[in-house]
């Protein structure tokens, strides 16, 4: 208090000056009297800033702290555009690919999707005899449209358990690894597909597609939909291929087909998995006719998957109906553009050896 009666409030300075004035020796009495307050008053005050100080944490000293630096927005997308370069080099994204055989016989194209290796209720069986049937014939080639694997996730549209898979996901990827690495040794498989199981599922995990990965320089793989030019000796075909296409009918299995000849490519053969249902359908087109100079329409063929995941597991049986064992076969001319379609690979090896005897 001051000797007015009026709370005497002490400045940072003050309390210096008062610091430094004891330090001369001045007396607690003098220092009061200078101020006009009571003789302890600045005794006090000293000392209740000294009690706050020792209460509070040190207040902490950056000597290297590296501060943000402002820069331009034109350096960060140069930057961005080296790092899209790079990435374009070690992970190529392929949407066209060009398939030559040389040949003077037709050969046949098996169209394979959702093999859901390793999964519960998936025909472990049936997916090796139709395998070994596609080695064993000569000039019948192979592709996979997507979920090779099965690939498990916990609560991702599924009411399996972990422990209902038959193999685990390191076994799932040894025994797709292999598949591939034979097949493309062997010169039978002309591509791969993603799927929403083996592709997607891994990509959510851990952000690396596993499926790339597999195939990396052994086969073309393609991580969305893509045109793939197949020439047969001296023909070629345009094949439109994508593991789910859009579009669904009660009706038409290849309702999807038919939509994407429509609004995306006007292809000899577009194909698609992913339902489980397989199904071939053909139509002619004549907007086709000037292209292949036909005077009636060039035949476009919609060709729809099925599975070797037969159930019952519960997804598909509560939600949906259980897939069905498919793998549609085109056989494709060389000499002339034509396609012959057959619903599996085992009636289109018969056609093929009988066109050899």
Not at 25 to 52: F, H, L
Not at 224 to 244: P, R
Request: glycine share 8%.
């Amino acid at each position: 208090m001051s000797k007015s009666g009026q709370p005497q409030r002490w400045s940072d300075a003050d309390l210096a000056d008062v610091r430094a004035r004891r330090a001369e020796g001045e007396s607690w009495k003098s220092i009061a009297d200078s101020y006009g307050v009571a003789t302890n008053a600045p005794r006090c005050a000293v000392q209740r800033e000294e009690n706050r100080r020792k209460k509070e944490s040190p207040t902490p000293v950056f000597e290297d702290w590296q501060e943000v630096e402002d820069v331009n927005w034109r350096e960060l997308l140069d930057s961005a555009t080296e790092k899209q370069d790079l990435w374009k080099r070690i992970d190529p994204r392929q949407e066209h690919l060009t398939i030559s055989l040389d040949t003077d016989t037709p050969i046949a194209l098996a169209f394979s999707a959702d093999l859901h290796t390793g999964g519960g209720f998936t025909n472990h069986q049936a997916i090796k005899k139709t395998l070994e049937l596609i080695l064993d014939t000569p000039n019948m080639y192979m592709s996979a449209n997507g979920d090779m694997f099965e690939g498990f996730i916990p609560g991702e549209k599924s009411a399996e358990t972990v422990e209902q898979q038959a193999m685990s996901l390191r076994e799932q990827f040894a025994g797709n690894r292999s598949l591939v690495k034979e097949y493309a040794e062997r010169g039978k498989l002309l591509y791969v597909m993603w799927g929403d199981h083996d592709a997607k599922w891994f990509e959510k995990l851990v952000g690396v597609n596993i499926v790339k990965m597999m195939t990396d320089r052994e086969v073309p793989y393609f991580n969305q939909a893509a045109t793939v030019n197949l020439k047969v000796g001296d023909e070629s075909y345009l094949l439109f291929v994508n593991h789910s296409l859009p579009g669904r009918s009660m009706y038409n299995k290849n309702h999807a087909q038919g939509r994407a000849f429509r609004e995306q490519v006007p292809a000899d053969v577009i194909v698609s998995g992913h339902t489980h249902k397989p199904a071939i359908q053909w139509e002619y087109r004549y907007e086709r006719m000037r292209e292949l100079g036909y005077n009636l329409g060039g035949k476009v063929t919609y060709v729809q998957c099925g599975t070797f995941k037969t159930g019952p597991d519960p997804y598909s049986t509560r939600f949906w109906s259980r897939g069905i064992i498919g793998v549609p076969t085109l056989v494709f001319w060389p000499g002339e553009h034509r396609t012959h379609a057959f619903d599996n690979p085992e009636d289109a090896a018969i056609y093929l050896r009988g066109l050899t005897v």
